[in-house]
Nanobody, 113 residues
Framework: QLQASGGGVVQAGGSLRLSCASSRNIFSFTVMAWYRQAPGNGRELVARINNDGSTKVEGSVKGRFTISRDNAKNTVYLQMNGLKPEDSAVYYC?????????WGQGTLVTVSS
């Protein structure tokens, strides 16, 4: 299971750090990722971290968001800086392996202008 947390209300330009805690060893997953879904939109990939530690952040948030992990805590983080109103969405963490595809419950981020 994945437990996402850290969402909230922040003013434009502010920062938040989202956490995704896994009940399993995160090395059992091929990749872990953060997605987001704004009202009326589909779910979009924000950033991912592969089993080998390599990362990819999507273009719309590149330079502002960073994905990282704490292996000892089996937790993946999404550090979000320079937040914009268009970053407002429900953020979901996801973990994939050859045998499973798991979603966390989502955490709401609201950025006020």
């Amino acid at each position: 299971q994945l437990q996402a947390s850290g969402g909230g209300v922040v003013q434009a330009g502010g920062s938040l750090r989202l956490s995704c805690a896994s009940s399993r060893n995160i090395f059992s997953f091929t990749v872990m990722a953060w997605y987001r879904q704004a009202p009326g939109n589909g779910r979009e990939l924000v950033a991912r971290i592969n089993n080998d530690g390599s990362t990819k952040v999507e273009g719309s948030v590149k330079g502002r968001f960073t994905i990282s992990r704490d292996n000892a805590k089996n937790t993946v983080y999404l550090q979000m800086n320079g937040l914009k109103p268009e970053d407002s969405a429900v953020y979901y963490c996801n973990a994939a392996s050859p045998s499973s595809y798991i979603w966390g419950q989502g955490t709401l981020v609201t950025v006020s202008s």
